[in-house]
């Protein structure tokens, strides 16, 4: 159905990326003023889904009003009363994380609140390549013949049956705390913690947006709890987990989960904990990433988060948690140094990956399902490429790193899209060894004779939703102003009702009407431009590795001497000496 121009954001029926235009919330067009009448941050609010009785708690999100009682979920208290005996008893615990930065700052959680306990405990992370996601019955047979006599498992486990099994016959003990889809059967484990579970009750199934490293900090609660009530900090003081937020807001952010309700409030609070450079590690790992201010959320997402992946996608699985969980400066130093030479390796093979997946798009192009595929890809950034490829394309993606007779596979999906769903789908289906992941990403490990198979199976399967979702494209903006308006005010105004991320989206500034005085492109594939208002205003805008798109293309070679209105987040570039706000541009319309 076609859009009313009343309806249009500015009157945008369709942009130069083929979007139309909407404002979130009610219009918030400043035009050639700085202020609006009303508070920007309550429109923001509201526009985010807030009704207006839960502006105050939304406002300022803190733990005290968004934390549940963790006995909401299955088997917390079961968990919670078998790590407590474990604690009381001395025995030895080991945590088996996964290789990502949620698994990595799950285990680091767990650790340093077992340690607040009084109590040690051991780590393993499996090798990317060598061992693959999840824990093996092998590991953790062997990690209970070397003693452990309780494994918790943090950002996997929920799908390891035969694992599960196999460490159940053997006397282990296990604890899963996930966050991932889980199947009707519940594994041969202790207790499985997870707000995703089938069974889950409606409370608990309300918290499914946490982060495996959230699910770890509801255990720690229920810990303390039960110790409590055990007595045991008759003559020893409680552990203060409010110390441990930064890797609750680290976990969070950089597994992309969503920031609205108890996530937002994780995070909020996580970036004052890290702003007091108290956790070692962390403050090594805002040095090395030359922040030279309190971390912001978009740090832990482009800063601080790639670095802690480098580790398990090009190098040593084992460095993220050592780094978050040593007291040694030194130590901490120089595994930070190491993670960022990784992390400047990890880009140069992403590079190459990527161009070659890109070189396969042409053919692509009938799909609703982008799936590509090559030899020799390296397994440890077909993640990061697809997500490149899902933005390039508009349509989910999925990246085959293939070796031999099979291959390792990753994908990001598109809003409206479950790409999890799917995947587990296709599992079931005996086209995959195994899969699962979450609605906007997935892994899979699939036979090289069955890529085709499978490819063909996802394009079926999701075409409608992906239809419904690519029909709905949409640019929604939060606020438009002249180029006057676009100050270091507005964007601190504006960020006052963050932190933003998934499912809390950052606010959108339509900027205009402008003229274009300059545009290039620099680095490796962005579009920068000067654009200047009717109001004498100039401005610096810059679109990220988009030199090459429809966008960057038409404003390169087209735009010159036209009206424009550009979109994006007003961002402020503070590397000079004085505050400037540029805006990172996302889309563009023409204003004549």
Sequence with gaps: MQASVASLALGIERSITGRRWRWRGGNMALGGGTTLDHDIVTQLLLARGVTPDDLERQRTPTLRAFLPDPSVFADMDVAADRLAQAVIAGERI??????????ATSAALLI??????????????????????????????????????????????????????????????????????CSPEIPRAVALVNPNRL????????????????????????????????????SRPEPDLMSVLDLVALGTVADVAALHGLNRAFVAQGLKVMARRANTGMAALVDVSRLKRSPQCSDLGFALGPRINAGGRVGESTLGVRLLTTEDPDEARAIAAQLSVLNDERRAIEAAVQQAAEEQLASQHNRSVVLVSGDGWHPGV???????????????????????????GSGRSIAGVDLGAAI???????????????????????????????????????????????????????????????????????????????????????????????????????????????????????????????????LLNCARGRRLWLAGRAR???WGSTPRVELHLEDAAWAD
């Excluded at 080991?94 to 698994?103: A, K, L, P, R």
């Excluded at 996997?156 to 604890?175: P, R, T, Y």
């Design 199 to 234: 069974d889950e009750s409606a409370e608990g199934a309300a918290h499914g947006h946490l982060a495996a490293v959230g699910v770890a900090f509801l255990l720690g609660i229920a810990l303390v709890r039960t110790l409590r009530g055990r007595g045991f900090f008759a």
């Design 382 to 408: 077909i993640g990061i490429v697809a997500g490149r490829i899902k933005e390039k394309a508009g349509r989910p993606a999925l990246v085959v790193a293939l070796d031999g007779e099979t291959g390792k």
């Design 424 to 554: 587990i789908a296709a599992r079931e289906e005996g086209l995959l060894v195994g899969g699962g992941g979450h609605a906007m990403a997935a892994g899979l490990t699939v036979a090289a004779d069955q890529v085709e198979r499978l490819a063909d199976w996802l394009d079926k399967r999701l075409e409608a939703a992906v239809s419904r979702a690519s029909a709905g494209q949409e640019t929604l903006l939060d606020i438009g102003v002249a180029p006057g308006g676009l100050t270091t005010g507005l964007v601190e105004s504006l960020d006052a009702a963050g932190p933003y991320g998934m499912g809390w989206p950052g606010p959108r500034v339509a900027v205009g009407p402008v003229r274009l005085l300059n545009a290039d492109v620099v680095g490796t594939d962005h579009l920068r431009i000067i654009a200047s208002g009717e109001d004498g205003r100039s401005f610096k805008a810059i679109a990220f590795r988009a030199a090459e798109s429809e966008l960057g293309q038409t």
């Design 94 to 103: 080991t945590i088996y994380g996964d290789y990502d930065v949620d698994g």
């Design 572 to 574: 402020i570039d503070d």
């Design 112 to 181: 340093r609140a077992l340690r607040m306990l009084g109590v040690g405990a051991d780590y393993y992370i499996p090798d990317r390549l060598l061992e693959g996601y999840g824990p093996s019955g092998g590991a953790l047979v062997e990690l209970g013949r070397r003693g452990s006599s309780l494994v918790v498992t943090v950002d996997c486990g929920a799908m390891a049956h035969e694992a599960l099994a196999q460490a159940h016959d053997a006397g282990i003990d296990v604890i899963v705390v996930d966050h991932h889809k």
